[in-house]
């Protein structure tokens, strides 16, 4: 599965109503932080077709970035059922990201 990019007007259909957990990454294209989780990002939606990725810029979507209090990037959150599961501030490696789905 492909990496969807979550803006407001996807938000509630694509992770707030899905039927597989979410794993949500709030970005912006000048942090470096996030330029380095982003591949690993990009890998766990292609491995794992039993998780929905998504990835959020918080400078073209401050109104979601506002909802979830995002201070810093990138943050990585995981939804299921509707509900904020885990998250994690900060780049982060493959094996604790995987941590934050199960």
Known sequence: MSVITITEQNF??????????VLLDFWAPW???????????????????????GKVNVDE????????????IPMLMVFKNGALYNKALGAQPKGKILELLS
């Open 61 to 72: 979507q401050p109104n979601l970035a506002a909802q979830f209090d995002i201070m810093s």
């Open 12 to 21: 509630e259909q694509e992770v707030l109503q899905s039927d597989k957990p």
């Open 31 to 53: 942090c470096g932080p996030c330029r380095m989780v982003s591949p690993i990002v990009d890998q766990i939606a292609t491995e794992r077709g039993d998780v929905k990725v």
